[in-house]
């Protein structure tokens, strides 16, 4: 069945930088378009950064745009999201996702991805 699974979350103080991964498995990975979305408490699912499946097209949210890095390694099955320039605001649940940029027009976000990991905690302090 189709896997993904994240890592690489933790605590930091705003203004570090970490590196979640994510290992897919039970699909063609390469051609897939994957995305980071993230939670945070009490908030709505943000979309956060997609990328194509050759690697060579991200998108970014104007959130985290200039902050973040989406990267993968195709040849290993993984996903990448470079996290730098913390900040409080970006304490959220990140999630793997299979799919793109979802449309602005959707009230939900949730159903647009097929595909979802277990997430990985991410907390900046002050």
């Known amino acids: 069945e189709v896997q993904l699974v994240e890592s690489g979350g933790g605590g930091v103080q705003r203004g570090g930088s970490l590196t979640l991964s994510c290992e897919a498995a039970g699909f063609t990975f390469r051609t897939a378009i994957m995305s980071w979305v993230r939670q945070a408490p009490v908030k709505e699912l943000e979309w956060v950064a997609s990328i194509n499946g050759g690697g060579t097209v991200p998108n970014y949210a104007d959130s985290v745009k200039g902050r973040f890095t989406i990267s993968r390694d195709n040849a290993k099955d993984t996903l990448y999201l470079q996290l730098n320039s913390l900040e409080t605001e970006d304490t959220a649940m990140y999630y793997c996702?299979?799919?793109?940029?979802?449309?602005?027009?959707?009230?939900?976000?949730?159903?647009?991805?097929?595909?979802w990991g277990q997430g990985t905690q991410v907390t900046v302090s002050s």
């Open positions: 996702t299979r799919g793109g940029r979802p449309p602005a027009s959707l009230s939900t976000i949730r159903r647009w991805f097929t595909a």
